[in-house]
């Protein structure tokens, strides 16, 4: 039972045009979203995060809009740059620590 | 922010046997989370471990299959035991990170595990 789904498993952009990366998720008890980024033989390092509470959260080039009653959010980047070349994962957390992460989408930024 | 690495970065392995996976942070920490990241697959929380206590498994993971040491607030270990190649995966240890807004965590590099 998936409950968060990344359905582009990878996006091409030309280098400072807008990269759009989408996340659906079924659990409505969700209430904190984050995103992580993930480049090659490293770990996830977080990028940026939203509250239920809110439905946009911007963080220079990077903002993510939620979507509740859609159960959906999206990251954009823009302008986009060819070191935003990564695999980005969603992330939804509930009560506790319990993350549950998307399959990923890898974003080629093309200069 | 906190740095946390693991060793092996990469091992392979044969079926049947085992593999210990450390991970060690540069500050003391309450819990501390391993994940495995199976090929295609999202990232998945394999337990919380706990110093000085047991550690909690999630569903579908047993303590016999995947022991878990916390001995202090800086080290854990992770062992794969009587691996098959379904265990082949990327495995990763993360900590909280202090202060931040709501379970934000930080992540190490990763083990690379491949078992033939």
């Known amino acids: 039972d998936q409950q968060v789904k990344q359905n582009s498993p990878s996006l091409s952009v030309q280098e400072g045009r807008i990269s759009i990366l989408n996340c659906d998720y079924t659990?409505?008890?969700?209430?904190?979203f984050l995103w992580y980024k993930k480049y090659p033989a490293e770990g996830p390092t977080f990028l940026i995060s939203?509250?239920?509470?809110?439905d946009k959260n911007e963080d220079g080039r990077f903002t993510v809009f939620l979507n509740k009653s859609a159960k959906h959010l999206s990251l954009h980047i823009v302008p986009s740059q060819p070191g935003d070349s990564a695999v980005y994962f969603c992330?939804?957390?509930?009560?506790?620590?319990?993350?549950?992460f998307g399959t990923g989408t890898s974003l080629t930024v093309i200069p | 922010s906190a740095v946390i690495s693991q060793k092996p970065s990469r091992d392979i392995c044969q079926r049947g046997t085992s593999l210990t996976i450390q991970c060690q942070v540069d500050s003391q920490v309450t819990m501390m989370f391993w994940y495995r990241q199976q090929p295609g697959q999202s990232l998945t929380l394999i337990a919380t471990?706990?110093?000085?206590?047991?550690?909690?498994?999630e569903s579908g993971f047993v303590i016999d299959k995947f022991p878990i040491s916390r001995p202090n607030l800086t080290f854990s270990t992770l062992t794969v035991s009587n691996m098959s190649p379904e265990d082949s995966s990327i495995y990763l240890c993360?900590?909280?990170?202090?202060?931040?807004?709501?379970?934000?965590?930080?992540f190490g590099p990763g083990t690379r595990l491949t078992v033939l």
């Open positions: 939203i509250s239920s509470i809110k």
């Open positions: 993360s900590v909280p990170l202090a202060g931040g807004p709501y379970n934000e965590q930080f």
């Open positions: 471990a706990n110093q000085g206590s047991e550690a909690t498994y």
């Open positions: 659990n409505s008890m969700f209430d904190y």
């Open positions: 992330a939804p957390s509930g009560a506790g620590n319990q993350f549950y």
